[in-house]
């Protein structure tokens, strides 16, 4: 049997650790751009204070970097063409949670069916995380690897001063 030391252990979080990283370099223009922007209009936040604030951080972030009209054109392209989808599905998450609180409620439990209705919840979220990965990567490559730095390291000066890192 072998002991690992905490040397052992931190050791083998870097890779994942490194890997985290590489993945928020690739999301850094969604996160707190045009997809936090999209998320949030597709799951009902889109009016008055919230959505001027995610506008304002997008436009934030890719002013930031240095996008130019022409990315922040293309950019905006690609979060409003997902939006009908993104809508739709927050939509589908809405009715089988409606459901899934019917079944709860009803006199007599059937387990099998809020299962069902459990997983079906789940593929829709996974639909949902689909598009915006999609959203993502697209919005990724309008984007300089300089430029994409650049938002990275403003995503992280965000996430400090909420105290998320």
Known sequence: MTTR????????????????????LLAAP???GGATYTVAEAHGFGHGDMHEHMQARMQHILNDVG????QKAQIKAVWDGLRPQLKAA??????????IAQAI????????????????????LDHTSALITQGMVATSQVLTPDQRQKALSEI?????????E
């Open 5 to 24: 030391t905490n040397e052992d252990t931190t050791a083998l979080a870097r890779p994942r650790a490194r890997r985290r990283w590489t993945w928020l």
């Open 30 to 32: 969604l996160l707190l």
């Open 67 to 70: 996008a130019t009209d022409a």
């Open 156 to 164: 992280r000066r965000h996430h400090q001063a909420d105290g998320e």
């Open 90 to 99: 927050r939509q589908d998450h809405f009715h089988l949670r409606q459901q």
């Open 105 to 124: 409620a009803a006199p007599t439990i059937d387990t099998a069916a809020i299962e069902k209705l459990r997983q079906q919840s789940v593929q829709a």
